[in-house]
């Protein structure tokens, strides 16, 4: 039985004997290891017996984690814990039998999303459980939260090179995990696998609308709400055989109306800068007309007050609204807000040529507004409810009359933009009959239309 302090020096000396496993223990803390398997892998382990049973007492050992994960000062230190715990009447071997069922990534990964549930928004928690189904069950399910490496991760990390963004947010979700499993005694505390993966490099996804992009915006959205639109070509149905093909509805390649509150949304998202889920889930004791506010209670960030301009106001004072519903925007179901406007969505942004335009982008098109006209960062922050915006709290007396003149001017010149003509739209939509009359031919007939 080998015995020497161990350093790194002598740990990565060490090599693996063919014929069997090789063990090297520390001089300077009785029970810490490295084991050296006949294949090569290296893990440190802490090897002990029962308190209280001296030599009648079978050895027990346990693996820490693979060397490279931990340093040897940290696996001494780690050590020093586990054997700690064995003097207090513990036994790791035990326990990590005990648990070995529930210490999976799979089933512990349960305990973890419902604690994002109870920490996280609805939508945030959504679309981590959808991360986790989707990445991380496929590739950890199956493996003890305590043993998975910086190299398991870095490997799955990899593998999803071809979406860096979302390779990105996987690894951010599992560090999040690993952290909770170190809290909750399930992984040794300080072995967060995550923090030895480098992330890949990310474009900037924001786009920024031209007053003549607004233009072609509005133009598709009256459009959609008057004649109606179709949806992208990657959005409509298709036959699944020439055989089937006979039995595809008749009106599947015409113009749909959109709903109405599918528009207003959209409009107000353009003219308010506010989010999606604060715009479907506004109520209308969240709007105060005389100061010129919406006054959110539920935001990313918590409670919000935003600048309402004057085009936005009139927008929401000509919108219907239902006595049993307490939303701006009433969804199909009693009671409940719009929650789906993105099948008029990809319609709008095709019929208007932005085809890469997000949602999203609208607040980032607002805020860009007020920002070329040099308005500064400290009022467009609270334009926009960022979080930061709490460290200014303190000039709020000095901010709410900016804010509210940089929004209103922002929300008017954004309106007179989207009020432009509709040509580009009308050409878009009208090229078959265009053809037609060019060909000498009839116009094609229009099939009753239906909402998008």
């Known amino acids: 039985m080998a015995v020497q302090r161990l350093t790194k020096r002598v740990v990565d000396a060490l090599r693996a004997d063919p014929a069997r496993d090789t063990f090297v223990w520390d001089r300077d803390l009785a029970g810490l290891g490295v084991k050296v398997n006949r294949g090569g892998r290296k893990v440190f382990v802490v090897q002990y017996r029962l308190a209280g049973l001296g030599r009648s007492s079978t050895t027990k050992r346990v693996t820490m984690s693979e060397v490279g994960t931990l340093t040897v000062e940290q ?8 054997l700690g715990r064995v003097a207090q009447g513990s036994d790791p071997a035990l326990d990590r039998h005990v648990g070995k069922r529930a210490s999976k990534v799979r089933e512990f990964g349960q ?5 994002v549930r109870i920490r996280r928004k609805e939508s945030t928690a959504n679309e981590y459980a959808r991360i986790w189904e989707k990445y991380v069950i496929p590739a950890l399910g199956s493996r003890p939260v305590a043993e998975v490496t910086t190299i398991e991760l870095r490997r799955l990390h990899r593998s999803l090179s071809a979406t860096p963004f979302m390779a990105n947010r996987v690894i951010a979700v599992l560090g999040a995990f690993f952290t909770f499993a170190m809290r909750e005694g399930v992984r040794p505390e300080g072995l967060n696998p995550t923090r030895g993966v480098e992330t890949f490099p990310e474009q900037s996804r924001e786009m920024f ?15 959609a709400e008057r004649i109606g639109l179709l949806p992208p070509p990657e959005k409509r149905r298709k036959p699944k055989s020439a055989t089937t093909a006979k039995h595809r509805p008749k009106n599947a390649d015409v113009p749909r109306v959109a709903n109405p509150a599918a528009v207003a949304a959209i409009r107000l998202l353009a003219l308010t800068g506010c989010r999606v889920g604060e715009i479907l889930a506004l109520r209308w004791d969240e709007v105060d007309f005389e100061h010129g506010e919406l006054r959110l209670g ?4 918590g409670r919000s007050v935003r600048p309402l301009g004057d085009v936005a106001a009139e927008l929401l004072r000509t919108l219907p609204t239902r006595p049993e519903s307490p ?8 009671g409940q807000p719009l929650t789906e406007i993105k099948r008029v969505w990809h319609a709008v942004r095709y019929a ?11 607040r980032h098109s607002f805020a860009s507004v007020p920002a070329d006209g040099g308005v500064s960062l400290l009022v467009i922050r609270s334009m926009l409810g960022h979080s930061r915006v709490a460290t ?23 309106a007179s933009w989207m009020r432009g003509s509709d040509t580009a739209v009308t050409l878009l939509h009208d090229a078959p ?11 094609p007939r229009r099939a009753p239309v239906r909402e998008l």
């Open 75 to 82: 696996a001494r230190k780690q050590a020093r814990l586990e």
């Open 298 to 301: 539920d935001t990313k960030t």
């Open 111 to 115: 305990a973890y999303l419902a604690d």
């Open 433 to 443: 009959a265009r053809k037609a009359r060019v060909e000498g031919g009839s116009p």
């Open 392 to 414: 200014t709290e303190r000039y709020a007396h000095l901010t709410r009359g900016p804010v509210r003149r940089a929004a209103n001017s922002a929300s008017a010149d954004i």
């Open 327 to 334: 939303y701006v925007l009433p969804g199909a179901i009693e």
């Open 352 to 362: 208007a040529g932005l085809p890469a335009l997000r949602l999203h982008d609208l």
């Open 209 to 223: 609308l031209t007053p003549e992009q607004f233009r072609v915006l509005g133009a598709a959205l009256d459009r």
